[in-house]
């Protein structure tokens, strides 16, 4: 089992900045790759990064690319998602999430294990 708890979000002006922090623990083998994604109302569930522990690289969708950034802390128990130059279409709620694949697929169906989400509000 894996539990994962979010913290971070909130409101900004677009162009601002926000950080996510996503705090793991449990079984570290379910855990090979930690990601975050998104929802907007109206919306379906999409990748924004995922990040391969061990080393094994971070994955973008293109939206992001140059603003976000995802890392890991803490022995790799801590993802975080960097968010800059925020736009108004980043307005949405945010999940951690961890699979047991190592893959740079955003595929929600592959993560097993989801945080309690966070909602990111971005202003005009």
């Known amino acids: 089992q894996v539990q994962l708890v979010q913290s971070g979000g909130g409101s900004v002006q677009a162009g601002g900045s926000l950080r996510l922090s996503c705090t793991a623990s449990?079984?570290?083998?379910?855990?090979?790759?930690m990601g975050w994604f998104r929802q907007a109302p109206g919306k379906e569930r999409e990748g924004v990064a995922v990040i391969i522990t061990g080393g094994g690289g971070t994955y973008y969708v293109d939206s992001v690319k140059g603003r976000f950034t995802i890392s890991l802390a803490n022995a790799e128990n801590t993802v975080y998602l960097q968010m800059n130059t925020l736009r108004p279409e980043d307005t949405a709620m945010y999940y951690c999430?961890?699979?047991?694949?190592?893959?740079?697929?955003?595929?929600?169906?592959?993560?097993?294990?989801w945080g309690q989400g966070t909602q990111v509000t971005v202003s005009s």
């Open positions: 449990g079984y570290t083998r379910s855990r090979k790759t």
């Open positions: 999430a961890a699979s047991a694949y190592s893959s740079a697929h955003m595929v929600a169906a592959e993560f097993a294990y």
